[in-house]
């Protein structure tokens, strides 16, 4: 009994914690760069008023939206799929979405269709059908954790074998372009992106809100879960094309960046032991939100004058974690 | 009108894992209030015929009305309103705590957003009490012992307050002492509910003493059903043909007899 109380204190506690962390990193972070920014600065540099309010100030609140989304993602395909290691980029649907929109790079095409740029939509398609790939031949034939983690493997290599066909025909300039984007980045980004980024996920983060009951009874087990009233297939389903889309449209800001669906939901799951989806959500946003604002901003301050693509330090950073996970697998407190 | 009706009645049952036929034409009628243990050799379908109720698996050809109504006609949460199943054994780590994973019982009662009512906090407390588990609920289930894992999921199917639970072999794992509090657990829950329950198990002894019923699997069918009484007055022969091995009687003192079993195989 005396171990109950603080199952149930140390989310929000944490949430709090979080919430200050990633304030300050969101009001900290611009100011940081190859030259400090310092509110003071803003105030008599017109120059420097411009870079902060027009470059690092959105570039900052797209890393939060993408680092917590992506975050958000591989908490719930850890979930639908019970597997720890699950993530967009581990299931490849990060490789499908890249490739979508490597053909319209390169392809040079430019229009737009619903609002949306043809990238976007070329990530959208390619992160869906890779996901249903994935989905229909290795999880719903009786597939356990491992194929789906081998399957995701064969995908994302089939996909960066046509990326690879891409750079090949695609000539120097747009192999060049298409590279440095695959490398996964936040630079450059405007206000405009960061609308097209947070439309969509405000809509997914309001359905999957509506649904998280549903996740925390998946990691019962299927058996269970359909026992207590939920429809498996149709939940199951629902999760996957919405995340799907998700990322796709995450990718399509910014290009594959990997590993943070597993860091930030882990990470908040050691922290707190038995947390529920509800608040490891919110968690899971904050710190990969968080995480990918001070990854960005490492990025592009530690190698000056040139910026690191954020890509390459989540995944120096996230490898590592990943291999822990791995090998923690049968460790109690994680799922 | 819906009380004489069968709670569970399961009419020509066939069912197949691909071209091997695990049930093939089992029938079987349980009234209200009644306790069914379902015993039979390893591969005889036992697990699949409770799948098949729990709507976990479709059969190929058969009925199984549930309370009146086609399992197959359910809506997810009205199957969930009517039967709880507990698995045998889970494919999985659960990250919850004890507690929060009892109150995921309650998952059909509760609204879109899952936020738990009075009434759920005391379906919960309930089913904690009555399986005996108040000690444990702060823990992980992810720490629990194999005797406390079984009591959680039980009090988890418990919460859920339906008129049919579905056991499939909880105690197989179990010690005698922790088997003792499941059964304990089980008879207090039937004395404080209208309940059905139909379990799965290996125990002979269980099925005879914990048991109103038994339904005895051979080849796919029942070769026998009746109340357990019946059943423990035809008992060594009746076992000889179930399991194809010669079964004794042991007497030895009451005690004995009650921890260890009055039936049992003789060892070379």
């Known amino acids: 009994m005396g171990g109950s109380m603080p199952l149930m204190k140390r989310p929000m506690a944490m949430i709090v914690l979080l919430s200050v962390l990633t304030i300050a990193a969101v009001i900290v972070c611009p100011m940081i760069g190859i030259r400090w920014i310092s509110p003071l600065c803003i105030m008599h540099d017109s120059d420097l008023r411009f870079i902060f309010l027009n470059i690092r100030i959105p570039r900052t609140l797209v890393s939060l939206f993408v680092g917590g989304g992506l975050a ?47 990238v976007t939509f070329g990530a959208l398609v390619g992160a869906v059908v890779s996901t249903l790939i994935i989905y229909v031949f290795a999880w719903s034939r009786e597939g356990n954790s491992s194929t789906l983690l081998l399957a995701g493997v064969v995908v994302a290599t089939v996909c960066s074998g046509f990326i690879m066909f891409i750079h090949f025909v ?7 372009q298409l590279l440095r984007w695959l490398m996964g980045g936040v630079d450059g980004v405007s206000y405009s992106m960061f609308f097209f980024l947070v439309v969509p996920l405000t809509a997914f983060f309001i ?29 199951r389903n629902m999760f ?93 407190l994680l799922m | ?33 009644e306790r069914w243990a379902i015993i039979g050799r390893n591969g005889t379908g036992k697990s699949t015929l409770i799948k098949l109720v729990a709507g976990l698996l479709n059969p190929e050809q058969g009925i199984i009305r549930v309370d009146g109504t086609d399992v197959k006609r359910y809506s997810s949460k009205k199957r969930a309103q009517v039967m709880a199943y507990v698995p045998q054994k889970l494919d999985g780590i659960i990250p919850y705590s004890v507690h929060d994973f009892i109150m995921l019982g309650r998952y059909n009662s509760m609204g879109l957003l899952g936020v738990p009512s009075p009434k759920d906090y005391e379906a919960v407390r309930e089913a904690i009490d009555i399986c005996g588990i108040r000690h444990i609920v702060g823990r992980l289930m992810s720490t629990l012992s194999g005797g406390e894992l079984q009591r959680v999921l039980l009090a988890g199917a418990v919460a859920q ?20 509090l499941f059964f304990d657990a089980l008879a207090r829950l039937h004395k404080q509910r209208e309940l059905t329950i139909v379990m799965v198990t290996h125990d002979i002894n269980t099925a005879i003493a914990q048991c109103t019923h038994v339904g005895a699997l051979l080849d796919g069918s029942f070769i026998f059903t009746g109340t357990s009484r019946e059943f423990a007055s035809r008992c060594p022969v009746l076992l000889d043909e179930i399991f194809s091995v010669s079964f004794e009687r042991y007497t030895c003192s009451s005690r004995n007899a009650e921890a260890f079993g009055a039936w049992g195989v003789p060892c070379l």
């Open chain 1, 72 to 118: 958000v993602a591989g908490m719930i395909y850890q979930a639908i799929f019970r597997n720890p290691l699950a993530d967009p980029y581990t299931l490849g649907v990060s490789s499908g979405a890249s490739l979508g929109a490597a053909v319209c790079i390169v392809a040079g095409v430019g229009g737009t269709a619903f609002g949306m740029s043809a």
């Open chain 1, 207 to 235: 359905i999957i809100g509506l649904f998280m009951p549903q996740l925390d009874q998946f990691l019962t087990g299927d058996n269970i879960a359909h026992s207590r009233g939920v429809n498996i297939r149709v939940s």
């Open chain 1, 170 to 176: 695609g000539g120097l300039h747009k192999s060049f």
């Open chain 2, 161 to 180: 307050q339906t008129p049919l639970l579905l056991l499939d072999e909880p105690t197989t794992f179990l010690d005698p002492a922790h088997e003792c």
């Open chain 1, 240 to 332: 996957i094309i919405v995340t799907a889309l998700a990322v796709g449209s995450i990718v399509a800001v910014c290009g594959p960046i990997g590993f943070i669906g597993v860091i930030a939901p882990h990470a908040c799951r050691m922290l707190v032991p038995g947390i529920r989806h509800r608040l490891l959500s919110v968690c899971s946003f904050l710190l990969g939100g968080s995480f990918l604002v001070v990854a960005d901003t490492l990025a592009r301050s530690i190698a000056p004058p040139s910026e690191i693509p954020v890509g390459i330090i989540t995944a120096m950073l996230g490898g590592p974690f990943f291999l822990i996970v791995l090998f923690r697998k049968k460790s109690r």
């Open chain 2, 1 to 33: 009108m819906k009380c004489t009706e069968a709670m569970l009645d399961i009419t020509d049952l066939w069912a197949s894992y691909g071209s091997a036929a695990v049930l093939r034409g089992l029938s079987l009628r349980i009234q209200r209030n």
